[in-house]
């Protein structure tokens, strides 16, 4: 029978904890502790986030804005009328929103997600004649209490996507489009 010392079982008690440690160290190591880290193009990615988020398309965004904001009654355009009242080829987009206020109101929600690049700056020539339209002194005149949204309104752009939002909630609801375009 051969007896061990307690001196023998203390060092064997603590040569286990310093593995136990080390292992739970490099496991650290290895794993991380989440957060933020970088996806293959070296952009700044969250932890169990997907390294590029798809962005939603122009009647999901503007689904949301119609549930976080009460807007006018909206006339949606189709295909023919972008094309016979503002001079933009539907084919030329991937995906549109095209909504805009009675006769009344001044109020506006485009988006327009330009199918080629190459096609983005005519579009938001099309785009800017809108704008200029609404804002030209006859149409201030028809609508003084609107005056001020209108003026205020400019075009954003945001990768292929060309947006403009003619509202007393304006940035509230570029906020949204914003988020929506990145996928949010």
């Known amino acids: 029978m051969i007896l061990r010392s307690n001196k023998e079982d203390v060092m064997?008690?603590?040569?286990?904890?310093?593995?136990g440690v080390a292992a739970l160290t490099a496991m650290l190591c290895i794993t991380g502790?989440?957060?933020k880290g970088t996806d293959a193009s070296g952009?700044?990615?969250?932890?169990?986030?997907?390294?590029?988020?798809?962005?939603l398309k122009a009647s999901e965004i503007y689904e949301k804005i119609k549930g976080a904001y009460?807007?006018?009654?909206?006339?949606?355009a189709d295909d023919d009328w972008l094309m016979n009242y503002y001079g933009?080829?539907?084919?030329?987009?991937?995906?549109?929103v095209f909504a805009?206020?009675?006769?009344?109101?001044?109020?506006?929600?485009?988006?327009?997600n330009v199918a080629d690049e190459a096609n983005?700056?005519?579009?938001?020539?099309?785009?800017?004649?809108?704008?200029?339209?609404?804002?030209?002194?006859?149409?201030?005149?028809?609508?003084p209490d609107q005056a001020d949204i209108i003026k205020a309104a400019s075009i954003?752009?945001?990768?292929?996507?060309?947006y403009l939002v003619i509202s007393s909630d304006a940035d509230g609801i570029e906020e949204i489009i914003k988020n929506g375009l990145m996928g949010k």
């Open 156 to 162: 954003k752009k945001q990768g292929n996507a060309l």
């Open 70 to 76: 009460t807007l006018p009654d909206m006339y949606e």
């Open 43 to 55: 952009a700044d990615t969250e932890a169990g986030q997907e390294a590029a988020a798809t962005p």
């Open 100 to 112: 805009e206020a009675d006769e009344v109101h001044a109020d506006r929600v485009i988006i327009l």
């Open 88 to 96: 933009i080829d539907a084919s030329m987009l991937s995906d549109y």
């Open 12 to 19: 064997k008690k603590n040569y286990l904890k310093v593995i």
């Open 33 to 35: 502790c989440g957060g």
């Open 120 to 143: 983005v700056s005519t579009v938001e020539e099309k785009l800017g004649a809108v704008l200029e339209q609404l804002s030209s002194p006859e149409m201030l005149d028809y609508l």
